[in-house]
């Protein structure tokens, strides 16, 4: 199955060119993250330009399902994707030539990205459907999977040496040359024989409005009464975004750089080391998730990362007794709990992919991203703010016990999928 995937030009071209999105995204918020520290050095400021991305999440997500059931996804994602790197050359020539990007600048530049990323994102899940068989659905998640470790290794390395360079001027120059790969990438995309992109019978009918894409979300949630497990995954997302993602993106990089006053080769590395993990994990996946064993890579796999982050919080109160050798406690802890992160993305995707109707799979998608994606700025303003005033400690622990609540929403949710 596997080998056969890697002989489909259309997979690795998919494969190929979202993995540079992401590597272009992540080199792009790694840079910011030390332009923005240190500049402000406040972890809230930082939080809050993060959380900024909540507006054109809401916005554009319920268009995003739109276009990924009504459009040729692959199509979208190719215009989606050389948008992206127009506005990344607009930002460039502004912050080289007429300005240097300043925190307001950087929030339009956030805005904007995360506008552009989020229209293409039901579309980019759905295309691997169109592009692979279905028994090849649950190996090709697999496999695909492997870019969040590539990315995880390669944006800190890329982006620390960028920003080493002539600073955020070089980091925007390396992420439009990767976006612009992406993009020719994308025009090697063909959907898999006899696939139709019209197949739905009432998709003329439904052109673009405000009051058609209203009329098409009621019919995606009218049609979870019928996969009423879909709200346990959906809360299980949005509770497990909100207490452990912000961990990842606020809390951690504050306490290096900040707290601890780490230079940004020690974040780098720390990055490089989840990406290592991550590149890891997925093997692991193929092994621990067969015979529809999706319930227990989640279950272990929140129950694991909760006694890790506990574990973690005491060791920082013993930071006094440890020095700089907290950073590298930390690292390692955090890299496990990567792992597990990265085997329960992979047991959630495949378990919607196979249990939700092609139909109403964009749309259905959409709708778990703006639940989960919600959650995030929320969390990173709530994780911000502790920061900010409470030791590190503090943080992991409340991430320990609010993984208690999503393991038993999870496990709930997997009765409800076995008996239906």
Known sequence: M????????????????????????????????????????????????????????????????????????????????????????????????????????????????????TLISACESKALVCIVSDEQIAAASKMSSLDDGIVEILSPVIAGFAYGLLGLESVLAVTLSIEAMAFLLTLFLRPKRGYRFDSHKDSESHGFSIKATVNIYKEAFYSLKNHKYMFGIILFASLFNFFVNPLFSVTIPHYFRITMGA????????????????????????WFI????????????????????????????????????????????????????????????ITIKKNIPEAMLGRIISVIQLCAVISIPLGQLFYGLLADYFPMAVSCMISAVGLCATYAIMMKTYVLIKSK
């Open 2 to 117: 596997y080998f056969n995937l890697l002989k489909n030009m259309s997979f690795l071209a998919y494969w190929s060119s979202t993995t540079f999105l992401r590597v272009a995204s992540n080199v792009l918020q790694f840079a910011l993250a030390v332009y923005v520290l240190d500049m402000t050095g406040s972890a809230v400021v930082f939080s809050t330009v993060l959380s900024v991305i909540i507006f054109p999440r809401i916005l554009a997500t319920p268009v995003s399902g739109y276009l990924a059931d009504f459009k040729n996804c692959l199509h979208i994602l190719r215009l989606g994707t050389l948008g992206l790197t127009g506005l990344m050359f607009c930002f460039f020539v502004i912050h080289a030539a007429v300005l240097p990007l300043n925190i307001w600048l950087i929030y339009v530049l956030v805005i904007c990205l995360e506008f552009g990323e």
């Open 263 to 286: 230079g940004t080769d020690m974040l780098a590395m720390f990055n490089a080391a989840l990406g290592v993990a991550g590149l890891i994990a997925p093997f692991a996946a193929m």
């Open 290 to 349: 067969k015979d529809e064993a999706e319930d227990k890579a989640n279950l272990r796999g929140t129950a694991f990362s909760g006694v890790l982050l506990a574990f973690l919080s005491a060791i920082l109160c013993l930071k006094p007794h440890i020095g700089t050798k907290i950073l590298y406690i930390v690292t390692g802890l955090m890299m496990l709990i990567v792992s597990a992160i990265t085997i329960m993305n992979i047991a959630s995707t």
